[in-house]
């Protein structure tokens, strides 16, 4: 979980135990109108327990601000969103997931993308995509939607092509090798990346293997200066923080730095189709 998280957990407590001083409740009288143990004011005022909806309503009728429920409950809420394990996004197949991409897509005039080992998904093949999304169906046995995920990958590629909108995408030559779906398909994969660097809108680098990276990263995407998402095993993470985006800006410039574009970057894609006509 990201320090962002802690410190919106905390920013949280911080403001339930300004509403209870306020209101000249003691936390042991709290904790005794709500039937908790004395401990738990404490740890959700010190962020050490996130609070639940029925907690959040304790504070607000204990102390006499059922005004500000509301935004309390939306508070906690985002704060939620902000640590989405795989089984909660996925719980019932790829295209509500693929869906929320489309929207966020559309939303956003800049997007900075990274992936070290894969194509990005707005780069890939149906084929790609589909071998891509079938793992995904069962690694982590979810509702098998598998063409309706594909559709839905497929239309977030339009945004390519539409409005005012930006992209700078760096890979890893990792993802020219890592193998999705057969030589077959990423043959077919990597002949799309070619024609993708002649996009007008696409900035497109592609990170040496032998480069002397300045820090170990995971796949993140930057969506404008608003929001960065990164993808571990089990989840997703939404960083909003400012200060942590703009070390994800920071980190983005240190890794174009150190990417190769144009001739360099065909090279090495051409080079990783030979392999696969081997």
Not at 53 to 79: S, V
Not at 100 to 124: C, D, E, H, W, Y
Not at 190 to 209: H, K, T
Not at 232 to 261: G, M
Request: with cysteine; hydrophobic share 40%; charged share 30%.
């Amino acid at each position: 979980m990201t320090s962002s998280i802690d410190e919106a957990k905390e920013a949280l407590g911080e403001r339930l135990r300004e509403i209870r001083r306020r209101a000249g409740v003691s936390g042991r009288t709290l904790a005794r109108l709500a039937g908790w143990h004395e401990s738990r004011v404490s740890k959700i005022e010190y962020g050490r327990l996130k609070p639940s909806d029925a907690d959040i309503r304790a504070y607000c009728e204990h102390t006499g601000t059922k005004d500000q429920l509301p935004d309390l409950l939306a508070t906690l809420h985002n704060l939620d969103a902000a640590y989405l394990e795989w089984r909660r996004v996925l719980n019932t197949g790829t295209k509500r997931r693929q869906h929320a991409s489309v929207k966020l897509a559309r939303r956003t005039t800049l997007t900075r993308i990274f992936q070290p080992v894969i194509v990005p998904g707005i780069l890939q093949t149906a084929e790609y995509a589909r071998a891509i999304l079938r793992r995904s169906i069962t690694f982590h046995r979810i509702p098998d939607d598998l063409d309706a995920g594909v559709a839905k990958r497929l239309e977030r590629q339009q945004v390519l092509y539409e409005g005012d909108r930006h992209f700078r995408i760096i890979i890893g030559e990792q993802a020219l090798h890592t193998t999705v779906g057969g030589d077959g398909v990423m043959r077919g994969q990597l002949d799309r990346l070619l024609a993708a660097m002649g996009l007008p809108r696409v900035a497109f680098g592609i990170i040496p293997a032998d480069a002397e990276l300045p820090m170990q990263t995971t796949n993140f995407v930057m969506f404008d200066n608003r929001m960065v998402t990164a993808e571990t095993v089990t989840a997703e993470l939404t960083v909003t923080q400012p200060r942590e985006i703009a070390i994800y800006a920071r980190t983005f410039e240190e890794l174009a730095q150190h990417s190769v574009t144009g001739d360099p970057a065909r090279a090495l894609i051409n080079a990783a189709l030979e392999r696969r006509r081997d």
